[in-house]
């Protein structure tokens, strides 16, 4: 006897009611977990499988409660039966839809009904007021729920087994990788039908059903808010208490190691997302020169969002930071490991905590030999990794020998992420071989692609530098002269400057940002033999040079004189006592500038 499509459905809202009242669901289930133990995770075939069930008895037992009539009736009202009827056999294609085929992975998403629906507070079940009905789609498969009475908590019941597969991958078991891959959402639609029939859309709400992956027993109970549509959109419609079981279960979760971020707008994605190799084409000649560029960004306080123990740390968008011109220290790290890959080294964003305990994130190059190198983001200075038991210096400069990390959880970059699984966390006492699956747990290419990483859109590109470094340096070079003479006259002070010295100041200032840049020193004794040469006999010199990163004079000046050395220079008193200021400012990409300052005074000494 052939069916028609509403009777084929109707055969299938019987069957799975059935399934629902007599609990088959989790009969079979405990059936697939035998069967998938007994053939070591071999596929098995239907027929294998209906043989177990028809030894449990549940087949018979599921035929058995099913209603069959002699002809098909028309429709029947929800509301006048409990059960759809039924008027044919269970078909081994029946078994197949309902989702039993073990030799794929299902997964089984169980409405199990709703509340605070508080449109209709107070009303009655069977009060005349229309239905609700639900229809889940992911995948070109498609299920409806029973119409139930409108209520505040309505009796909304379905159960959707979806299969998932995917492409050429259709003949053989997902594992978790493929399966994390899978992109589609469960898309869930809510209808209300009137007493006259009429529907209105109520809620359209698209789920992520991937976190069951990283469950215990690959099971997974939540609740989901229901927003309304269009202008309602922001308004909560009611919630839907909802079981996720994937079908046979993993072997092992996935790891939630993949740490999270939430960007300025609140969107969430892997940390891994925001690492992608940036090349700074002429603006940056050297890995050490954009790590000197990253440390003049300026900081911003932490900030998290969420609430409680749920918050996280913010990490702002590339371009959120870049325009700001300031952000966290995850945001340093970021964008220097990013540049760091640009310039084609083996670098990864380090994720731990500073001795303290606070949150700390910062940078990790390995060399070809091995060599492990630390980045700090925030000051550009690079320290070597040597373990606590191991005292030997490499050949090579020396980046500052103490660093200030605690712990390390996690390294990452665009193209992989490790999780530390050694016996310590301890940074001083971590091996950094990240080939050495018994120290690091690399998350698999399959996964890292199905997450994001290296998929996103292209990176903004640095802007070149908008001032005239020689131009702004003469310029709050003019400025400082101004605020100084000011500061001086309010001391009873009158001041003589000296152009000559104020000239010579000038290699010192260029050193010191090509130490801050590259670690070298240069041009120390010619410096110090021209001052000797134009500081009379009898005289004294005192200098005092600092660094910022901004060009405010006002700012500048009440900086510096908060240091007692700079005081006594520029409130220098005695006989024919000289001022000098310098200024030289270092222009870098993103308007940003490093600005270094020198005040300096001669006096006759006094003995």
Same mark, same amino acid.
């Given at each position: 006897?052939?069916?028609?499509?509403?009777?084929?459905?109707?055969?299938?809202?019987?069957?799975?009611?059935?399934?629902?009242?007599?609990?088959?669901?989790?009969?079979?289930?405990?059936?697939?977990?035998?069967?998938?133990?007994?053939?070591?995770?071999?596929?098995?075939?239907?027929?294998?499988?209906?043989?177990?069930?028809?030894?449990?008895?549940?087949?018979?037992?599921?035929?058995?409660?099913?209603?069959?009539?002699?002809?098909?009736?028309?429709?029947?009202?929800?509301?006048?039966?409990?059960?759809?009827?039924?008027?044919?056999?269970?078909?081994?294609?029946?078994?197949?839809?309902?989702?039993?085929?073990?030799?794929?992975?299902? &997964?089984?998403?169980?409405?199990?009904?709703?509340?605070?629906?508080?449109?209709?507070?107070?009303?009655?079940?069977?009060?005349?007021?229309?239905?609700?009905?639900?229809?889940?789609?992911?995948?070109?498969?498609?299920?409806?729920?029973?119409?139930?009475?409108?209520?505040?908590?309505?009796?909304?019941?379905?159960?959707?087994?979806?299969?998932?597969?995917?492409?050429?991958?259709?003949?053989?078991?997902?594992?978790?990788?493929?399966?994390?891959?899978?992109?589609?959402?469960?898309?869930?639609?809510?209808?209300?039908?009137?007493?006259?029939?009429?529907?209105?859309?109520?809620?359209?709400?698209?789920?992520?059903?991937?976190?069951?992956?990283?469950?215990?027993?690959?099971?997974?109970?939540?609740?989901?808010?229901?927003?309304?549509?269009?202008?309602?959109?922001?308004?909560?419609?009611?919630?839907?208490?909802?079981?996720?079981?994937?079908? @046979? @279960?993993?072997?092992?979760?996935?790891?939630?190691?993949?740490?999270?971020?939430?960007?300025?707008?609140?969107?969430?994605?892997?940390?891994?997302?925001?690492?992608?190799?940036?090349?700074?084409?002429?603006?940056?000649?050297?890995?050490?020169?954009?790590?000197?560029?990253?440390?003049?960004?300026?900081?911003?306080? @932490?900030?998290?969002?969420?609430?409680?123990?749920?918050?996280?740390?913010?990490?702002?968008?590339?371009?959120?930071?870049?325009?700001?011109?300031?952000?966290?220290?995850?945001?340093?790290?970021?964008?220097?490991?990013?540049?760091?890959?640009?310039?084609? &080294?083996?670098?990864?964003?380090?994720?731990?905590?500073?001795?303290?305990?606070?949150?700390?994130?910062?940078?990790?190059?390995?060399?070809?030999?091995?060599?492990?190198?630390?980045?700090?983001?925030?000051?550009?200075?690079?320290?070597?990794?040597?373990?606590?038991? +191991?005292?030997?210096?490499?050949?090579?400069?020396?980046?500052?020998?103490?660093?200030?990390?605690?712990?390390?959880?996690?390294?990452?970059?665009?193209?992989?992420?490790?999780?530390?699984?050694?016996?310590?966390?301890?940074?001083?006492?971590?091996?950094?071989?990240?080939?050495?699956?018994?120290?690091?747990?690399?998350?698999?290419?399959?996964?890292?692609?199905?997450?994001?990483?290296?998929?996103? @859109?292209?990176?903004?590109?640095?802007?070149?530098?908008?001032?005239?470094?020689?131009?702004?340096?003469?310029?709050?070079?003019?400025?400082?002269?101004?605020?100084?003479?000011?500061?001086?006259?309010?001391?009873?002070?009158?001041?003589?400057?000296?152009?000559?010295?104020?000239?010579?100041?000038?290699?010192?200032?260029?050193?010191?940002?090509?130490?801050?840049?590259?670690?070298?020193?240069?041009?120390?004794?010619?410096?110090?033999?021209?001052?000797?040469?134009?500081?009379?006999?009898?005289?004294?010199?005192?200098?005092?040079?600092?660094?910022?990163?901004?060009?405010?004079?006002?700012?500048?000046?009440?900086?510096?004189?908060?240091?007692?050395?700079? +005081?006594?220079?520029?409130?220098?008193?005695?006989?024919?006592?000289?001022?000098?200021?310098?200024?030289?400012?270092?222009?870098?990409?993103?308007?940003?500038?490093?600005?270094?300052?020198?005040?300096?005074?001669?006096?006759?000494?006094?003995?």
């Amino acid at each position: 006897m052939s069916l028609s499509e509403d009777e084929l459905s109707e055969l299938k809202c019987s069957i799975q009611a059935q399934i629902s009242r007599l609990d088959v669901k989790n009969k079979v289930r405990a059936v697939l977990d035998e069967v998938y133990a007994t053939t070591g995770g071999r596929e098995t075939g239907l027929e294998d499988l209906l043989v177990a069930l028809r030894r449990r008895g549940i087949v018979d037992e599921l035929v058995g409660q099913l209603r069959f009539d002699e002809e098909l009736p028309g429709r029947i009202e929800p509301s006048k039966c409990e059960h759809p009827p039924c008027s044919t056999r269970l078909h081994h294609e029946a078994l197949n839809d309902i989702g039993m085929g073990i030799a794929r992975r299902h &997964l089984c998403l169980e409405v199990q009904g709703g509340r605070a629906f508080l449109e209709h507070l107070g009303m009655q079940p069977r009060e005349s007021a229309g239905t609700l009905s639900l229809s889940l789609h992911c995948r070109a498969q498609r299920c409806h729920s029973r119409p139930a009475p409108c209520a505040c908590e309505p009796d909304l019941r379905v159960s959707f087994v979806m299969q998932l597969h995917s492409g050429n991958a259709a003949s053989r078991m997902a594992d978790g990788a493929s399966l994390l891959a899978i992109k589609d959402p469960v898309q869930m639609i809510l209808v209300r039908t009137d007493s006259a029939g009429d529907t209105e859309l109520v809620s359209s709400h698209w789920l992520e059903w991937r976190s069951v992956l990283a469950s215990p027993g690959s099971g997974w109970n939540t609740a989901i808010e229901l927003k309304g549509v269009e202008s309602e959109s922001g308004v909560s419609v009611g919630v839907l208490d909802l079981r996720l079981q994937l079908v @046979p @279960p993993l072997e092992q979760p996935l790891d939630r190691d993949v740490v999270k971020a939430q960007d300025e707008c609140g969107a969430v994605q892997p940390v891994c997302c925001m690492v992608r190799p940036l090349r700074a084409a002429r603006l940056l000649d050297s890995p050490l020169q954009a790590a000197r560029f990253v440390s003049l960004l300026g900081r911003a306080r @932490p900030t998290t969002l969420g609430y409680a123990n749920h918050s996280r740390e913010r990490w702002a968008s590339r371009l959120a930071f870049l325009a700001c011109g300031k952000g966290e220290v995850q945001e340093h790290a970021a964008l220097l490991c990013n540049l760091l890959l640009g310039f084609g &080294l083996d670098a990864y964003m380090c994720l731990g905590s500073k001795h303290g305990g606070d949150f700390y994130a910062w940078v990790m190059t390995r060399s070809h030999s091995g060599t492990t190198t630390f980045w700090e983001s925030q000051t550009g200075c690079r320290f070597l990794h040597l373990l606590s038991t +191991n005292t030997s210096v490499s050949s090579m400069t020396p980046p500052t020998p103490r660093h200030p990390y605690h712990t390390v959880g996690c390294v990452f970059n665009h193209s992989a992420f490790y999780a530390n699984i050694q016996p310590t966390v301890d940074v001083s006492d971590c091996l950094f071989d990240l080939s050495n699956s018994s120290h690091w747990k690399a998350m698999s290419p399959e996964a890292l692609s199905a997450a994001g990483a290296g998929n996103g @859109p292209a990176p903004p590109p640095l802007t070149p530098p908008a001032i005239d470094p020689i131009v702004a340096s003469n310029e709050l070079e003019m400025q400082l002269r101004v605020v100084i003479a000011q500061h001086r006259e309010t001391l009873s002070l009158s001041t003589v400057w000296d152009d000559q010295l104020c000239y010579l100041l000038s290699p010192a200032l260029a050193a010191y940002e090509l130490e801050r840049a590259t670690g070298l020193v240069p041009g120390k004794a010619e410096f110090e033999d021209a001052v000797r040469r134009i500081v009379p006999d009898g005289h004294t010199f005192k200098a005092f040079p600092i660094h910022f990163n901004h060009r405010q004079a006002h700012r500048v000046l009440e900086t510096a004189l908060s240091y007692p050395v700079c +005081n006594e220079v520029v409130a220098c008193r005695g006989d024919e006592v000289h001022i000098a200021v310098r200024v030289r400012v270092f222009a870098y990409p993103e308007h940003t500038c490093a600005v270094w300052v020198m005040f300096a005074c001669t006096y006759s000494s006094v003995l």
